[in-house]
C-alpha cells in the first residue's frame, strides 16, 4: 500500500459515506487502490461485487478480492472467506481453528460466532471464555450470554446475572429487558416489584418480543405490587401478542370474554381463543373449554366434551380442572365418587411438589436452591409428572446440582416425550440429532420433532425450518 493509493481510497470512501453511496464515483477509485494493493479498498470492491452495488454481480471476483486483501492481513476479509465456506457446506467444526485466530486477534465478529457455536454444543466453558470476551467489548448479546451463564450455572449467581442483564438492557437489548422484566415480576434476586416489571417487559414488547407482550398484558390485567391496574392497555397488549399466535395470551383472553371481568361477555370469542390455546395444550384453555360445554356457554352443553377437556386439562397439571371432575363424579349415582377423590388429592399432592420444585429451580422469590429442586422434581418425576420430568432432565443437561449426564437427560426426556411434552420431544429430538446421551440418528430426531409440532409445540415455524433442514441432511447423505 502507498500514498497514492490511500489518497484513491479516502476519495472512494468519501463517495461511499454520501446519502445514497454515488457508486458510479466511488468504483473506479476502488478498483484503482485495490489495484495498487490496499486491502481495505479490495474488501470494499469485493462487497460491490457480492451484492451488485453500482456493478454486476459477480461472486468470483468477490472472492479474489477477498483472498488479496486475506493475504494481507484484512481481519474482516479472513473473516467473510470463512462465513462463505460455512454457506457453501463447509462444518463451522472443521474452521474453529481459524475462527479462534480471527478471535483471539480481537475481531468481535469472530469472537460472536464462536459464543454462538459453542452455545449450540452446549460447551459451557468455551460459551464463558467468549461471552466474558464480547462483554468486555460492551457488546449486548455477550452481556446476555454472560447473564444467562451467570443464571444457570452450576452454582448460580444471580446478582451477576442481574448486572449483565442491565448492561445489555441499557443498550436496548430486547431479550435483557424481557429477563429483567420476569426478575422484578418473580422476585428473582431483586425485590418483587411489578412497576419495574411493568417497565422492561413493555422495552422488550414494543420491540415486539411476543413473550414480553403478553406478560405486560397480564400483569397491566390486575395490577398489584407496586403497579396500578390498566385493563384497556392490558388487553390491547394481550390481543397483539394473540394475533401473533401467543397461546397464553390466548388463554388469558378467553377467560376474559367468557367472564366479562375486563371486557364484555362475548363466549364466542372466548370459545375461539380458548381453541386456539387447546390446540397447543394450554391448561387454561382446556379447562375453559371444559366450562363452555358443561354449562352450555354460546354453545350446546355437552358433558361429555366438557369431561374430557377438564381431563386434559388435568393432564397438563390444571388442579381447578382435577377439582371440576370431582365434582362431577360425586353428582353421578355410582360408587366412584372416593377413588376420584383419592386419585385428585394424589395429583394435587404431585403438582404441589413440582410447584415447589420449579420455585426452588428458578428461584422464584426464593434464592435458587438446585439441590432440592433435583430431590423435589425425582419425587414428582417418579409419579409420572411430565413437566418434572422435563425439567430433570434440563437439570441434568445443565449440570444444574447434580453433575452433567446427557444419558440421563435423555432417559428424563424420552419419559416425558411419551406422555407428548412438547418440550421434552423437541428437547430429545436435539439430543438424537448431535448424538448426546444417545447414538446419533436423526430420522429419530425427525420423529421426535415431527411429534412435537404435531403435539401442540409454542414455536411449530421455527420446528418446522429445524425439520426441514434435518430431513435435508438425511438426503445429502
Not at 472467506?81 to 475481531?107: C, K, M, P, R, V
Request: glycine share 6%.
Amino acid at each position: 500500500m502507498n500514498t497514492t493509493s490511500e489518497k484513491l481510497f479516502q476519495h472512494a470512501l468519501a463517495h461511499l459515506r454520501t446519502t445514497p453511496p454515488d457508486y458510479f464515483q466511488a468504483l473506479p477509485l476502488l478498483q484503482q487502490a485495490a489495484a495498487s494493493g490496499h486491502p481495505e479498498a479490495q474488501f470494499q470492491l469485493a462487497g460491490c461485487y457480492f451484492y451488485g452495488n453500482g456493478i454486476a454481480a459477480d461472486i468470483p471476483e468477490a472472492l479474489k478480492l477477498l483472498e488479496k486483501a486475506a493475504n494481507q492481513g484484512h481481519l474482516f476479509a479472513r473473516y467473510n472467506l470463512l462465513q462463505w465456506q460455512e454457506n457453501q457446506g463447509i462444518n463451522t467444526a472443521d474452521l474453529l481453528d481459524s475462527y479462534e485466530q480471527l478471535a483471539e486477534s480481537g475481531l468481535l465478529a469472530a469472537q460472536l460466532h464462536l459464543l454462538e457455536y459453542y452455545q449450540i454444543q452446549h460447551h459451557t466453558d468455551q460459551v464463558f471464555k467468549w461471552a466474558s470476551r464480547t462483554a468486555e467489548q460492551g457488546h449486548p448479546y455477550g452481556q446476555y450470554s454472560l447473564a444467562q451463564y451467570y443464571q444457570h450455572a452450576a452454582t448460580p449467581d444471580p446478582a451477576a446475572a442481574h448486572q449483565y442483564y442491565r448492561q445489555a438492557a441499557a443498550q436496548n437489548f430486547p431479550p435483557a429487558h424481557w429477563q429483567l422484566g420476569n426478575q422484578y415480576r418473580y422476585g428473582q434476586s431483586v425485590h418483587t416489584d411489578w412497576e419495574a416489571a411493568a417497565y422492561h417487559f413493555r422495552q422488550a414488547a414494543e420491540a415486539e418480543l411476543i413473550s414480553a407482550q403478553t406478560a405486560l398484558g397480564e400483569i397491566l390485567l390486575h395490577g398489584g405490587h407496586g403497579l396500578a391496574a390498566d385493563p384497556a392497555t392490558a388487553l390491547a397488549w394481550l390481543k397483539k401478542a394473540a394475533e401473533h399466535g401467543d397461546t397464553h395470551a390466548d388463554a388469558i383472553l378467553a377467560e376474559q370474554y367468557l367472564t366479562g371481568r375486563h371486557s364484555e361477555r362475548n363466549p364466542a370469542l372466548a370459545r375461539s381463543h380458548a381453541e386456539n390455546a387447546a390446540q397447543h395444550k394450554h391448561p387454561l384453555a382446556l379447562r375453559l373449554l371444559g366450562d363452555i360445554y358443561r354449562y352450555g356457554l354460546g354453545v350446546t352443553a355437552d358433558t361429555v366434551l366438557a369431561d374430557q377437556y377438564y381431563d386434559q386439562a388435568a393432564q397438563q397439571g390444571d388442579l381447578i380442572a382435577r377439582q371440576k371432575q370431582l365434582a362431577a363424579e360425586a353428582l353421578k349415582a355410582n360408587n366412584t365418587y372416593e377413588q376420584t377423590k383419592q386419585q385428585v388429592l394424589q395429583h394435587q399432592h404431585i403438582e404441589q411438589i413440582y410447584q415447589k420444585a420449579f420455585s426452588c429451580h428458578y428461584g422464584l422469590s426464593t434464592p435458587p436452591d438446585y439441590a432440592q429442586a433435583h430431590r423435589l422434581y425425582l419425587e414428582a418425576a417418579k409419579q409420572g409428572h411430565n413437566k418434572a420430568q422435563t425439567n430433570l432432565g434440563m437439570m441434568y443437561y445443565n449440570g444444574q446440582g447434580v453433575d452433567t449426564d446427557m444419558t440421563q437427560a435423555a432417559y428424563w426426556f424420552e419419559q416425558a416425550a411419551r406422555q407428548n411434552d412438547t418440550m421434552a420431544q423437541y428437547n430429545l429430538a436435539c439430543l438424537y440429532y448431535h448424538g448426546a446421551g444417545v447414538s446419533p440418528d436423526t430420522a429419530t430426531a425427525c420423529i421426535w420433532l415431527q411429534k412435537a409440532i404435531d403435539n401442540g409445540h409454542p414455536h411449530p415455524e421455527a420446528l418446522l425450518k429445524l425439520l426441514q433442514k434435518w430431513r435435508q441432511s438425511i438426503i445429502s447423505k
